[in-house]
C-alpha cells in the first residue's frame, strides 16, 4: 500500500472473500452501492461443469471461484473492463484458501490494470452494517458473534478499531452447536437448539452467566457446555425438558452478550451498537438488545443476515473504501493468516 | 506401552497436561481422541499453557487451526471436527507442520485419515461415570520416551 495509482476510487470494485468455508463473490460501487453479490452455496452453476455439478467439499475454492466471478458479474451487467479495482480477503484464515482467492483476484487486477486491495475479514464484519440504507455512523461498539467469533470491538471510524473483548475459548455460535449436540441434535444445530428453545419454559433450569460477575469484556462459554451436559444427562430426557434446557442455555447466552453490550456502551461513550455475525439472526438475542436499547437509549444495528454470515460484499465495500483513498497493494501476492486488526492503517 | 486411568475429575485432567508439558518442548505429534464435551480441549488449553501461551486460547473447531509461538517452539492446534473429507486439509499447509520440530496438537485426528504427520503419542478421552477415564498411549520411539517422562500414572 503505497502510491496511489491512476484509476484508484473510480468504477465497481469486485470483492473476493475465501478466508475459510464460504466462497463469496461481490460488486460494489461507490456510486451506485452494491450491484450485486453471490455465495457458492446459494446458487446452481450447471454450465460451468458440463450439465452435473459434482458435490464439492467445502473450503474447495479453487474450483468455485472462477465460475462465481462470471456470474457474479454477469448478475451486475458488467465486463471485467467496466471493474475500477479488486479487493480480496487477505487474512486473517486459512493459508491454502487464502491464497487461492488472493491469486486470482491479484492476477486479475495485474492483468486488467487496476489497483488491488487485501482486506482484513474482520474489517469486512465491521463494516458490513455500511451496506444498508440505513449505516450508522462510527463511533460504534460492534458485536461479533458467530460460530468461530465473540468479540467485541470499538470502531472510532473507518480503519479505527480497538479490541474491547473476546473469548477465552469457545466463541457463542460454537457453543450453541456443540450443546445442541450434546443434546442429541444434528451438527451444527444452533438454530435448531434456538428453535427448540421457543417451546421452553422459562425458570425450570438456570445456568451461569460466565464471567459476568467480574469485570471485563472477555467471554468464556466452553463451561457452559459441560453444564447443559450434566443437567441434560441427569434429566428425565423428555421432550418437554429438553425445550427447558435449551430455553435456559439461550437464556445464560444471550443474557452474557446484552451484559457485555451494554457495559462495552458504557465504557467507550459509543451510543450505537453493531450485532453482526450468525448469532446476530437470533430472535432473543435482537429482542432482548432492542429492548435494553430503548431502555437505555442508544440505538441497534443489525445487517440483513447475509451480510451477518461471511460474504464477498463486505470485502468489496470495505475494499472500495480503501481503494478510495489511495491505498493499494504492491504486484506480489501475499496473504496473513494471523493479522493483528488494530494494525491496520486509518482511512479517516 | 499403553497408560489407563479411570475416574479423573477436571483438576486433576488440568493437573496431568501441565505435567505432560516438559516432554513436549521438542515439539512432536500428540493425537486427541474421544467425544464431544471428552475434555480434549479442556486437555490441550491445559497443556497449552503449561506450554507458555499466554495469549487467549481459542478453540480451533470453527478455525480448524490456532498457532502459538513460545520459546522458539511453533505450536499448531487443530481441530478436525468439521472436516468432512482428509482432502480439505490441503488448507491447512498441513506439510510446514510436520518437520518434526513443531509441537502438533490434532483433535478429531480419525478426521483427517491418511493427510496428517503420524502421531507420537495418542490420548483417548471418554466421559465415564464419574469424571474421564483416560488411555495414553505411544506410538513412535519418541513418544515412548514422551510417556515415560510423563508416567501419568505417578501420583502427584
Not at chain 1, 460501487?29 to 457458492?40: I, Q
Not at chain 2, 498441513?94 to 507420537?120: I, K, T
Request: proline share 6%; glycine share 12%.
Amino acid at each position: 500500500m503505497n502510491q496511489p495509482i491512476a484509476k484508484a476510487g473510480h468504477g465497481p470494485v469486485l470483492g473476493v472473500e475465501t478466508s475459510c468455508d464460504e466462497t463469496g463473490v461481490a460488486v460494489f460501487d461507490p456510486a451506485r452501492g452494491l450491484l450485486a453479490h453471490t455465495l457458492y452455496s446459494q446458487i446452481r452453476m450447471h454450465a460451468d461443469y458440463g450439465g452435473v455439478v459434482p458435490e464439492l467439499a467445502s473450503r474447495d475454492h479453487v474450483r468455485k471461484l472462477m465460475p462465481l466471478v462470471r456470474e457474479t458479474l454477469a448478475r451486475a451487467g458488467l465486463g471485467v473492463a467496466d471493474l475500477g479495482g479488486v479487493a480480496y480477503t487477505a487474512g486473517p484464515g486459512l493459508v491454502g484458501a487464502l491464497l487461492v482467492g488472493a491469486t486470482a483476484a491479484r492476477a486479475l487486477a495485474w492483468s486488467l490494470g487496476l489497483p488491488a486491495i487485501g482486506v482484513h475479514h474482520m474489517e469486512g464484519h465491521l463494516l458490513a452494517p455500511l451496506l444498508e440504507a440505513d449505516p450508522p455512523e462510527p463511533p460504534f461498539v460492534a458485536l461479533l458473534v458467530s460460530g468461530g467469533h465473540s468479540m467485541l470491538i470499538e470502531v472510532a471510524g473507518i480503519g479505527r478499531y480497538t479490541l474491547l473483548g473476546d473469548t477465552l475459548d469457545d466463541a457463542a455460535g460454537e457453543a450453541f452447536d456443540k450443546t445442541a449436540k450434546l443434546m442429541g441434535l444434528p451438527y451444527p444445530g444452533g438454530p435448531a437448539l434456538a428453535r427448540l428453545a421457543e417451546q421452553g419454559r422459562p425458570g425450570v433450569f438456570r445456568f451461569a452467566r460466565p464471567m459476568t460477575d467480574r469485570p471485563g469484556l472477555d467471554f468464556s462459554f466452553s463451561g457452559l457446555k459441560t453444564q447443559v451436559l450434566l443437567a441434560w444427562q441427569h434429566s428425565d430426557r423428555a421432550e418437554q425438558t429438553r425445550a427447558d434446557v435449551a430455553r435456559a442455555f439461550e437464556e445464560a447466552i444471550v443474557e452474557t452478550l446484552a451484559i457485555k453490550c451494554r457495559r462495552a456502551l458504557a465504557q467507550t461513550g459509543a451510543r450505537r451498537l453493531v450485532i453482526a455475525g450468525g448469532v446476530g439472526a437470533n430472535r432473543r438475542l435482537r429482542a432482548e438488545l432492542a429492548e435494553a436499547g430503548a431502555r437505555e437509549g442508544f440505538s441497534v444495528h443489525f445487517p440483513r443476515l447475509e451480510f451477518c454470515t461471511d460474504n464477498g460484499a463486505m470485502i468489496a465495500l470495505a475494499g472500495a473504501l480503501r481503494l478510495a483513498v489511495g491505498q493499494h497493494e504492491t504486484p506480489e501476492i501475499r496473504v496473513r493468516p494471523r493479522w493483528d486488526l488494530a494494525s491496520l492503517p486509518p482511512v479517516a | 506401552m499403553i497408560i489407563s486411568l479411570n475416574g479423573l475429575d477436571e483438576p486433576h485432567l488440568v493437573r496431568l497436561a501441565a505435567r505432560l508439558a516438559p516432554a513436549l518442548r521438542d515439539g512432536g505429534t500428540l493425537y486427541l481422541r474421544g467425544d464431544l464435551g471428552a475434555g480434549k480441549t479442556t486437555f490441550a488449553r491445559a497443556l497449552l499453557q503449561a506450554l507458555g501461551v499466554d495469549a487467549r486460547i481459542k478453540s480451533p473447531t470453527y478455525s480448524l487451526i490456532e498457532s502459538y509461538r513460545v520459546g522458539g517452539l511453533d505450536i499448531h492446534h487443530l481441530d478436525l471436527y468439521r472436516i468432512a473429507d482428509p482432502g480439505e486439509l490441503e488448507w491447512l499447509g498441513l506439510a510446514e507442520l510436520s518437520d518434526g520440530l513443531s509441537l502438533v496438537l490434532v483433535e478429531w485426528p480419525e478426521r483427517g485419515a491418511g493427510s496428517l504427520p503420524s502421531a507420537d503419542l495418542q490420548l483417548r478421552l471418554d466421559h465415564a461415570d464419574a469424571g474421564r477415564d483416560l488411555a495414553a498411549r505411544a506410538l513412535s520411539l519418541r513418544g515412548e520416551a514422551m510417556l515415560a517422562a510423563w508416567d501419568p500414572a505417578r501420583p502427584g
